[in-house]
T-cell receptor
Framework: DGGITQSPKYLFRKEGQNVTLSCEQNLNHDAMYWYRQDPGQGLRLIYYSQIVNDFQKGDIAEGYSVSREKKESFPLTVTSAQKNPTAFYLC???????????????????FGEGSWLTVV | GQQLNQSPQSMFIQEGEDVSMNCTSSSIFNTWLWYKQDPGEGPVLLIALYKAGELTSNGRLTAQFGITRKDSFLNISASIPSDVGIYFCAGQRRPYNTDKLIFGTGTRLQVFP
């Protein structure tokens, strides 16, 4: 089945450790994203990548790093510099909506099932 | 970072009632998306809107792209218990795959039998 796979679902990190969250998609989407969601809050963009070997900072990139070596994969590393990493992390991907010359293509984004990160 | 204004923040309704929620922005958007999130899961896309004035339905759900391009509405008719969750709007300012989505703050829906 096509989709976005995040792993692990649950992860515990000790103070001072770096951890990496995996995100893989087989939808052949060009763009991939990482969002952070705190309890009872909306989604905040950490990093996004429009194309392989290129990525941009989102609104809350400090303390995080990413790579985009393959189209299918966009791993997120939560570094020890991130002082409050406990949150729900969501990976997403998108591809432009195909349209005719009159309609402008739009962007539809699909999410993985999320990863819970807890600092212990 | 910018977030869209979404209202109401939460709703407590009885099964069978209709639900309306909306999302507004001070900027013009070219794409509006509506998502539902169940606890501990990723958001699932419900409806996507690409043209001002567009009205699109998905079962009991209907969403509209505001004519000013600064707002969008989601209606749920005849609510059922499985409608419980958090509903997010999301917008994109530019139409092509070159601009990130901006999310609303969410509407938490609770349905009582």
């Amino acid at each position: 089945d096509g989709g976005i796979t995040q792993s692990p679902k649950y992860l515990f990190r000790k103070e001072g450790q770096n951890v990496t969250l995996s995100c893989e998609q087989n939808l052949n989407h060009d763009a991939m994203y990482w969002y952070r969601q705190d309890p009872g809050q909306g989604l905040r963009l950490i990093y996004y990548s429009q194309i392989v070997n290129d990525f941009q900072k989102g609104d809350i990139a400090e303390g995080y790093s990413v790579s985009r070596e393959k189209k299918e994969s966009f791993p997120l590393t939560v570094t020890s510099a991130q002082k409050n990493p406990t949150a729900f992390y969501l990976c997403a991907s998108s591809s432009p909506k195909s349209g005719n010359k009159i309609d402008r293509p739009g962007n539809t984004i699909y999410f993985g099932e999320g990863s819970w990160l807890t600092v212990v | 970072g910018q977030q869209l204004n979404q209202s109401p923040q939460s709703m407590f309704i009885q099964e069978g009632e209709d639900v309306s929620m909306n999302c507004t922005s001070s900027s013009i958007f070219n794409t509006w998306l509506w998502y539902k999130q169940d606890p501990g899961e990723g958001p699932v896309l419900l409806i996507a809107l690409y043209k001002a004035g567009e009205l699109t339905s998905n079962g009991r759900l209907t969403a509209q792209f505001g004519i000013t391009r600064k707002d969008s509405f989601l209606n749920i008719s005849a609510s059922i218990p499985s409608d419980v969750g958090i509903y997010f709007c999301a917008g994109q300012r530019r139409p092509y795959n070159t601009d990130k989505l901006i999310f609303g703050t969410g509407t938490r829906l609770q349905v009582f039998p």
